[in-house]
């Protein structure tokens, strides 16, 4: 059917109007993201006349928000489309909100989809870990502590793993002292861990009390002393 006003020789309805608004929203977003890869997704029509999604499409805009603002316009439109939030890259919502404002917002987003957001956050963590700006990974640290997100192990694991490779020991101290009061002491992997930044930073003696004090050693531990 063709949906154009003055060509099919009627006025459009409602419904069309709707799906006509919509599909402009989409390609505002595909123009501000990548006008030259990106697609919609496809829209249904069901029987009691509301319009759902029925396929996502990973090059779609809905993939691919790039800022703050462009995520609160997909998600408003999802919401106009009665469309799941779950459908949300949740790791992406995470490295467009992590150093702004927005922190709040993406915790929201995580809490709507009954998602772990330690879980979210971890993931990102690792991937600044492991990237060339291994200090994001500090830095997104800081920000779950001020926004009190509870760290696990593996969110300490990370973010050692980037203050060894900057050889950053004032950090490490912090992480250090934060998983005293975590009560991951009897944890032998991020034991390991410590020791290994005091002794890659020249504090031999420090690495040294921390080796007396552990109660579990294993094969990483004496190769690191």
Partial sequence: MDRTPGLSGKQPSLAEDVIGVIFEMLHCLAVLSSPNTLSCPKLHETSNG????????????LYNFNS????KQVQALLIK???PLS??????????????SSFPHAQKIFHCVNKPEVTVWNGCLRSFAESSS????????????????LPDSFTCSYVLKACVQLLDLLHGRNVHDYMEKLGFQSN??????????????????????????????????????
């Fill in 188 to 225: 032998l992997f991020l034991q390991n861990m410590i020791v290994h930044l005091y002794a890659s930073c020249g504090k031999r003696g420090d690495a040294k009390l921390l080796f007396d004090k552990m109660h579990q050693r294993d094969v990483v531990t004496w190769n690191i002393m």
């Fill in 50 to 61: 509301t319009t759902v999604w029925t396929s996502y499409d990973k090059s779609s805009p």
């Fill in 134 to 149: 291994p200090f994001d990974a500090i830095l997104l640290f800081c920000q779950l502590r001020k926004y009190d997100v």
């Fill in 81 to 83: 489309t009665g469309t």
């Fill in 87 to 100: 459908v949300l890259p949740l790791s992406r919502v995470a490295s467009v909100c992590a150093f702004s």
């Fill in 68 to 71: 703050q603002s462009e995520l």
